[in-house]
């Protein structure tokens, strides 16, 4: 079956960032996203790294207006139920198994699977994904990487992920295989836990127009 581009693409291309959170509390979640969208950054992948994951992500899908919610770090098919549930719009994987890409077969909610070899980029492919994320993007060779990958390997095109700055965004925004990155610098853990809204919304702001 595999992906539904127009789904994943639609996520892909609302900003040019796409920010990776870790919220530890539920009820933080509604004014960071809020802070987030008024900054121009509507899609928002909140990790399954904390116990309050399913609860966050059901408190954006349910109160903020304008945020296309997303549940990252899902590993099984147990978690994508959950997030699907819990209201997520899509689903971000750091690799991809047989068996998560068969429950998202099952979903009309898109998974962006990760890739960081050519060969784990072809197996995906192969199932007819073309939207992928590039993870760990510069533990994996950043930038000049996955640039060599866009002759051999076309029509996948990438959401780099891990270690992406605002400095480094540029580079991989330039890259024509590349659709968005992902990057935790503008709502880190402790912006969120200090309710620094106001500096999150600047930040997503001056993310906004990165590859402009």
Known sequence: MGQDISK???????????????????????????????????AIEITLRTP??????????ENVEGAIVGAGT?????????????????VVSPGA????????????????????TASEVMKLLERGYERLKFFPAEQ????????????????AKFCPTGGV???????????????????SWIADAKAIASEDWGGIEERARAASQLGK
């Open 8 to 42: 994943i693409e639609a996520v892909m291309t609302a900003a040019p960032v796409i920010p990776v959170l870790v919220v530890e509390d539920p009820k933080k979640a509604v004014p960071m996203a809020e802070a987030l969208v008024r900054g121009g950054l509507p």
């Open 52 to 61: 309050h994951a399913l609860e966050a992500i059901a408190a954006v899908n």
């Open 140 to 155: 994996a060779g950043g930038s000049p990487y996955l640039k060599s990958l866009s002759s051999p390997l076309a029509t």
């Open 97 to 116: 198994t047989d068996t998560l890409l068969d429950a998202a077969d099952e979903h009309g909610v898109p998974l962006l699977p990760g890739a960081a």
């Open 74 to 90: 899902v590993l099984t098919p147990q978690q994508y139920d959950a997030v699907v549930s819990a209201g997520a719009r899509f």
């Open 165 to 183: 700055s605002l400095e480094k965004a540029p580079d991989y925004l330039k890259l024509p295989n590349v659709l968005c990155v992902g990057g």
